[in-house]
């Protein structure tokens, strides 16, 4: 580390760097411009119209030294760039996809922004489709996020604050907010934990969200994932923060809610009574995906008296000839299902359909032509996968996959005393959950009425108010 500026021992000691960085010179009368830069992250033809060229022609002619201050001022043609001092900095400035001009004959050098990222053009939905809404999706590219997000949200009150997150990987990590909406509170406990993260690299919001959680042993997310801009853009006028992270096409929304996961945007874009059946569709699919399996064998293995007595009889006579009890072949056929959704996570689209049909079709016709499984439990098991696919938000869906298994263990066990021992127990943790303040389960636990109608039919029309429970400071966002 050098402390004072010597021209000559820095430029050797970032070729002793090995940064895989270009050097290119320039001398003039009075002594020698070095321009150092990496090629795969700088705008080359930009660098050569808007620096070198003018600075050759410049310095061909010059009559006097060279300077980084008269450089700007009257040579370069470049809109971002700064003079710096600190000499400790170059090699970061390099490593980051900076221009640096150092001068022999100046204390001060230029960092320019010529930053150049290769990245994918703007994608349509993947994880959050909608019939009518907008179809652009963020990228990996964070600039191109934060246009997205400056492109709908024309407010002079929206922050976008930067930090450097990672010792070895630096990646920028922005936190975006409406100064006037967002609860305080929630803005600098995100800032707080984004500040107190020590590792080597962060590359995706996957690994972010898992710093930003409450619990690093949490089950249920707390914060909530976005893909869309549209929905990035209503969030912030919620009241929400958003988090982005250079690398990563999700951001991250803060403070998210049970209630929120099963909001699509076609919930506020269609009509507002379909969006509420389709609310209450989504709600009883999660009972379904969650409780299907484990109700099947509460009433075949306890309580078949709850059934007909011809349906009863009926039933035992499709069991005879299979060979599990219920809980085994529950089971079993629940990991199949849960091996079939990870097969078609993984492989190439154009065969994930043939893996579909093989396990669906030639799989379940021959375990049943077996007597493998009944036929009854396949019909549930695979209402049960179809319901978990009508949740918009993925990321809830998953713990429920999780516990789905441990239930039908309680269930096997103690039949429906175990059944509502283990559903108290995950109602009781949703309870006592919070995301950055706000209780889990609200609007319903602690109950607010217009929250919770809100939280059924979602509609500006009738809805002129915030949520109450993210606590913002403008309360409405509809003024009659």
């Not at 270009?22 to 033809?45: C, N, V, W």
């Not at 170059?90 to 996809?97: A, N, R, T």
């Not at 993984?346 to 079709?361: F, H, L, M, Y």
Request: hydrophobic share 45%; charged share 20%.
């Amino acid at each position: 580390m050098l402390e004072r500026f010597d021209f000559e021992k820095i430029v050797a000691l970032l070729k002793s760097k090995n940064l895989d960085f270009t050097e290119r010179s320039i001398p003039f009368q009075h002594g020698m411009i070095k321009l150092f830069y990496i090629i795969q992250l700088t705008d080359r033809a930009a660098l050569m119209e808007s620096v070198l060229k003018p600075l050759m022609l410049y310095s061909s002619s010059a009559q006097k030294p060279i300077n980084a201050h008269m450089t700007i001022d009257e040579i370069i043609f470049a809109d971002n760039c700064m003079i710096e001092s600190d000499i400790n900095k170059i090699e970061d400035f390099i490593i980051s996809g900076m221009v640096i001009i150092l001068f022999s004959t100046d204390t001060e050098y230029i960092v320019v922004n010529f930053k150049k990222v290769e990245h994918r053009p703007i994608p349509t939905p993947q994880l959050s489709y909608t019939m009518r809404g907008p179809q652009d999706c963020f990228t990996e590219n964070i600039d191109i996020n934060l246009s997205l997000i400056r492109y709908r949200l024309k407010d002079q009150n929206t922050q976008i604050k930067r930090y450097e997150v990672g010792a070895r990987s630096k990646s920028c990590v922005a936190i975006i907010y409406i100064e006037d909406i967002a609860n305080n509170t929630v803005v600098t406990e995100i800032q707080k934990r984004i500040e107190s993260i020590n590792v080597d690299g962060i590359g995706e919001s996957g690994e972010l969200q898992a710093f930003l959680s409450n619990n690093k042993m949490q089950l249920f997310p707390t914060v909530g994932l976005i893909e869309r801009s549209d929905m990035a853009f209503h969030s912030l006028l919620k009241g929400k923060v958003l988090v982005l992270i250079d690398g990563s096409g999700i951001a991250l929304a803060a403070p998210k809610t049970f209630s929120e996961f099963f909001y699509s945007s076609d919930d506020s874009y269609d009509n507002k009574f379909f969006g509420l059946f389709a609310r209450m569709l989504r709600y009883v699919a999660i009972i379904i995906s969650f409780t299907a399996s484990s109700v099947f064998i509460a009433i075949t293995s306890f309580n078949t008296d709850v059934l007909p007595s011809k349906y009863a009889i009926s039933l035992a006579q499709m069991c005879v000839n299979v060979p599990f009890n219920a809980v085994v072949g529950v089971l079993i056929i629940e990991f199949i299902v849960e091996l079939l959704r990870e097969s078609l996570l993984r492989v190439p689209n154009r065969i994930g359909s043939a893996i579909g049909i093989v396990g669906t079709i030639v799989i379940g016709q021959a375990a049943i032509a077996a007597g493998i499984f009944s036929p009854l439990l396949l019909i549930i098991v695979s209402t049960a996968l179809l319901a978990s696919f009508a949740i918009p938000d993925y990321s809830l869906v998953n713990p429920f996959r999780i516990l789905k298994f441990i239930l039908i263990l309680f269930t096997g066990t103690l039949g429906f005393f175990g059944f509502s021992l283990f559903l108290t127990f995950v109602l009781a943790e949703l309870v006592s959950l919070n995301s950055f303040g706000v209780p889990y389960l609200a609007p319903w636990a602690p109950f607010n009425l217009y929250d919770f109608i809100r939280s059924l039919m979602d509609n500006l029309t009738i809805n002129p108010k915030r949520p109450e429970y993210l606590r913002t400071k403008d309360k409405t966002r509809t003024k009659q």
